[in-house]
Nanobody
């Protein structure tokens, strides 16, 4: 059974930092590109950042460039999102996704709430 479990969300003041984690089980994690997405009520889920299976390349949405960093530890089957200089507009539910290119399949976590407010 595949499970992606996010953690690390919470309430933070503007300008603060949070680090999200997503632990995967039931898959060969190193075979999957992973990404973080976010969604606010009434809006489509949007891409935040992705990282290749080996961790050698990452891509970011323009609105997080220079503030967020995605990383992964394949030995721990975990992907991270370090979020710095948080803004109120970063408030959302953050989801991780694992994507396999060969015989394509996507797995999603259940999401973790991030609230940026004073």
């Amino acid at each position: 059974q595949v499970q992606l479990v996010e953690s690390g969300g919470g309430l933070v003041q503007p300008g603060g930092s949070l680090k999200l984690s997503c632990a995967a089980s039931g898959i060969i994690f190193s075979m999957y590109t992973t990404g973080w997405y976010r969604q606010v009520p009434g809006k489509q889920r949007e891409l935040v950042a992705t990282i290749t299976s080996g961790g050698g390349s990452a891509n970011y949405a323009e609105f997080v460039k220079g503030r967020f960093t995605i990383s992964r530890d394949n030995a721990k089957n975990t992907v991270y999102l370090q979020m710095n200089s948080l803004k109120p507009e970063d408030t959302a539910v953050y989801y991780c996704k694992c994507h396999r290119n060969l015989n394509p399949v996507d797995y999603w976590g259940q999401g973790t709430q991030v609230t940026v407010s004073s």
